[in-house]
C-alpha cells in the first residue's frame, strides 16, 4: 500500500500510487528520514536539485554586496542560513501549492519526505558553510562559504555522477569543472571587491 495525499481526508492508503515512493519520512527519526531520502530515487533527485540549487542560490547571495566592508560573522550566518533553508521551504510551499493547483490528486513522493529530503540538503550545505565562515577571519569569511558551495556542488557532481556508473575519468573531469566553475566565480567577486 502506498500513502497519497487527497484534499479531503490527508493522507490514506491508495493501492495504485507508484511504489517506490510510498513511504512518509521521518517515521524513525531524522537518520532514517536522511536513509530514506537518499534511497528512494525520486528523493534523492529532489534532494540532490536542492543541494545544486542553493549552493548556486548562496554563490549569488554572498557575491552582492562587497567583501571587505566591514560586516559581522552573524550578518554573513544569516545570509547562509536564510538563502539555503530559505530556499528549501520556500520551494516546498512552492511544490504543494502547484501540486493541488494542478487537477492530479496525487505527488510523486509524500510531501513530508520532500521537505525533509530537501531540508535536509540544505541545512548539510549550510553546515558546512557556517564551518568556513566561523574558521575563517573577516575578510575571507564570505569568499570561504563561497568556496564551500563551489566544492560542495562538485562533491555532489562527484557523488552522483560515479554512483550513476560514469567512468572515472569522466566523473573526475565533471567534478572539476563543476569546481572550477564554482571557485570561479567565487574568487573573481573577491579579486574584484
Request: a neutral charge.
Amino acid at each position: 500500500m502506498a500513502l497519497s495525499e487527497t484534499d479531503d481526508e490527508g493522507l490514506r492508503e491508495s493501492a495504485d500510487a507508484p511504489s517506490g515512493h510510498n513511504e512518509t519520512a521521518g517515521r524513525g527519526g531524522l537518520i532514517e528520514a536522511y536513509r530514506h531520502s537518499r534511497s528512494d530515487q525520486l528523493l534523492r533527485r529532489d534532494s540532490d536539485v536542492m543541494g545544486l540549487t542553493v549552493c548556486v542560490a548562496l554563490l549569488v547571495a554572498l557575491t552582492a554586496g562587497n567583501d571587505f566592508t566591514p560586516h559581522s560573522k552573524t550578518e554573513v550566518l544569516a545570509v547562509v542560513w536564510g538563502t539555503t533553508v530559505g530556499l528549501a521551504l520556500t520551494h516546498w510551499f512552492a511544490m504543494v501549492a502547484a501540486s493541488r493547483l494542478v487537477s492530479s490528486r496525487e505527488m510523486p513522493v509524500h510531501p513530508l519526505a520532500s521537505l525533509i529530503s530537501q531540508t535536509l540538503m540544505a541545512v548539510t550545505v549550510a553546515a558546512f558553510a557556517t564551518a568556513a565562515v566561523m574558521l575563517l577571519s573577516g575578510r575571507y569569511d564570505r569568499l570561504g562559504a563561497r568556496i564551500v558551495a563551489a566544492l560542495f556542488m562538485a562533491g555532489l557532481v562527484l557523488f552522483e555522477t560515479r554512483r550513476s556508473g560514469l567512468s572515472t575519468v569522466r566523473t573526475i573531469t565533471l567534478s572539476l569543472g563543476t569546481a572550477a566553475a564554482g571557485i570561479s566565480v567565487a574568487l573573481a567577486k573577491w579579486l574584484i571587491s
